[in-house]
């Protein structure tokens, strides 16, 4: 069947009608492009497929920059370039607002950031099986191993322990397997690993990354090149004297405060990552805990809320301990804009969204970071 894809939309997929009315999401197919599916299944009211065949082309669609597209699960979005990724991605974004929150973002958004694919990732998660002894990443959509000899989205220093320096990556794998044992799922180690400016860490350790202690076990940002954009953005847009962090991590922002007689506040649940937060930020003031517990035990007035959840949004009650401590203003940092979009309907009552900015932090995937910021009305 040939379908006309309309617009693409969250996971790197086209959308298409067919004659119908039904929904069609087509993997690695572009707006405008005429294609013919394979690989059909159901998923819900929504059919989702693979594109077979290209009948007529994009003119953004470009050649995968790596031989290994398609197989590896690492990119499932390599077929256009950096700009009009970024592009595609805040056009779904915006369609997302206006759909599940109904909210009406035309003069909102500011222009997407976005940088070079090649070398962006400074930290990965290799998958390693020391019985084949192979190396490298999940294939897409299965646990199988796919063994990556170079990763062209890696770091310099990263792509080399998958090249030149095996012998310490499968010493390093071997030493976790015996502390953590092997996945269950896909019967390998997996190795989190971190590049800072002096040198890579495996695991807990801790190396230096834009002035951040961080280590490879818990989360931070991986594209550097990009997140002193973000940063500037989130500190830039925070307003008055005191600042609430919810979901604060290793401090990545509460950091962006030290030294400016600020009262923040940072509220983050994995005690490593707080012990982490401490170091970057030792002005302020940190606590383990639940963001919906600590934001309903808050009676303190603050200015600024900063919230930067997981993928599955705010908890359900959190918008409301938020609005009930009636802050000038929210900056929402978002990896997922229909989580998003539904926490942002739960504010749209007492606050107004004034300002949005998409930053492409993983290029090549179907991955986003947008960051919204909300005034009270």
């Not at 077979?52 to 669609?61: D, F, K, T």
């Amino acid at each position: 069947m040939a379908l006309r894809i309309e617009k693409y939309v969250n996971g790197a997929y086209g959308l298409a009608h067919d004659e119908d009315g039904r929904v069609h999401l087509v993997a690695n197919a572009l707006p405008g492009e005429l294609v013919e599916e394979k690989d059909v299944r159901m998923k819900g009211s929504a059919i989702i497929s693979s594109c077979a065949g290209v009948l007529e082309r994009s003119p953004m669609r470009t050649e995968p920059p790596c031989p290994l597209y398609g197989i590896c699960g690492g990119c499932d979005f390599l077929i256009v370039c950096e700009r009009d990724s970024a592009m595609l991605k805040q056009q779904a974004v915006a369609d997302n607002l206006r759909r599940i929150a109904g909210l009406d973002v035309r003069s909102v958004f500011e222009p997407p950031a976005y940088d070079r694919f090649g070398g962006y990732r400074s930290r990965c998660r290799v998958h390693v099986d020391p019985r084949s002894g192979r190396a490298g990443f999940l294939a897409r959509s299965s646990n199988g191993l796919v063994d990556v000899g170079s990763c062209p989205a890696l770091s310099e220093k990263l792509d080399h322990f998958l090249s030149g320096g095996r012998d310490l990556l499968f010493r390093r794998a071997r030493t976790l397997m015996i502390e953590r044992g092997l996945n269950r799922n896909t019967g390998c180690v997996e190795l989190p690993m971190q590049e800072g400016f002096d040198g890579v860490s495996f695991g807990r350790e801790r190396v230096f990354a834009l002035g951040y202690s961080v280590s490879a076990d818990v989360f931070f940002q991986s594209n550097l090149r990009l997140l002193p954009r973000l940063l500037s953005f989130v500190h830039d847009s925070t307003v008055g004297e005191v600042v609430m962090d919810l979901y604060s991590g290793v401090g990545t922002f509460s950091r962006l405060f030290e030294g400016e007689g600020r009262k923040v506040y940072a509220v983050e649940r994995q005690k490593e990552c707080l012990a982490l937060s401490r170091i970057n930020a030792p002005s302020t003031h940190s606590f383990t805990d639940d963001a919906a517990a600590f934001a309903r035990k808050v009676s303190t007035c603050v200015d600024t809320v900063i919230v930067d959840p997981p993928r599955v949004g705010l908890a359900k009650e959190v918008p409301g301990h938020i609005s009930d401590l009636r802050p000038s203003r929210i900056v929402y940092v978002s990896c997922d804009s229909i989580t998003a979009s539904r926490d942002l309907a739960a504010f749209s009552g007492a606050y107004e969204l004034v300002s949005a900015r998409l930053f492409d932090f993983y290029p090549g995937s179907s991955h986003e970071e947008t960051v919204f910021v909300l005034d009270r009305r």
